[in-house]
T-cell receptor
């Protein structure tokens, strides 16, 4: 059974704190993604990675960075959390060939106060 | 720009049939996905269409017309557990998924 796990389901942080969100997949997928999801908006891509140590900016990378030191692990870092980063964060992974189906982790609901 | 449109919300009755439409304008096309997302949970894969036509999978079917930039998800014999959001997403020429905002489906007894 395919599995994507995320380090926390719920997280509360203060403005200015550094926040780490971790994602691990056990399917040996090449591609990994970080999205945020806000009410009324579609999933918005923050960063993605198609290989170890490789990263590409998505649609909304500002205020975020990522790290992929191992194939199975993809971390999202909020260098200095702000209230507008309060959101649901979803990690996904996908194989690098058809059908490119993305498998999602359970999500982390982050609240920045 | 790239755009995916789907209705914000739909209501249907238990046991009935509902069709959720999705229209898209994207730079290139390498397939269209439908995902189901229950409240507070992660999206789960429902279907993938890359060729025109209808793909049937149990109570759920998905249709694609590439020339019209149009897809629909058909749900038959609706059950209360089908209450969820349904997300349409297109794989563009860069093999990136472009997501619609989702359609919230409410099932009434």
């Amino acid at each position: 059974d395919v599995k994507v796990t995320q380090s926390s389901r719920y997280l509360v942080k203060r403005t200015g704190e550094k926040v780490f969100l971790e994602c691990v997949q056990d399917m040996d997928h090449e591609n990994m993604f970080w999205y945020r999801q806000d009410p009324g908006l579609g999933l918005r891509l923050i960063y993605f990675s198609y290989d170890v140590k490789m990263k590409e900016k998505g649609d909304i990378p500002e205020g975020y960075s990522v790290s992929r030191e191992k194939k199975e692990r993809f971390s999202l870092i909020l260098e200095s959390a702000s209230t507008n980063q309060t959101s649901m964060y979803l990690c996904a992974s996908a194989r690098d060939r058809e059908p490119y189906e993305q498998y999602f982790g359970p999500g982390t609901r982050l609240t920045v106060t | 720009g790239q755009n995916i449109d789907q209705p914000t919300e739909m209501t249907a009755t238990e046991g009935a049939i509902v069709q959720i439409n999705c229209t898209y304008q994207t730079s290139g096309f390498n397939g269209l996905f439908w995902y189901q997302q229950h409240a507070g949970e992660a999206p789960t894969f429902l279907s993938y269409n890359v060729l025109d036509g209808l793909e049937e999978k149990g109570r759920f079917s998905s249709f694609l017309s590439r020339s019209k930039g149009y897809s629909y998800l058909l749900l038959k014999e609706l059950q209360m557990k089908d209450s969820a959001s349904y997300l349409c997403a297109v794989l563009d020429s860069n093999y990136q998924l472009i997501w619609g905002a989702g359609t919230k489906l409410i099932i009434k007894p």
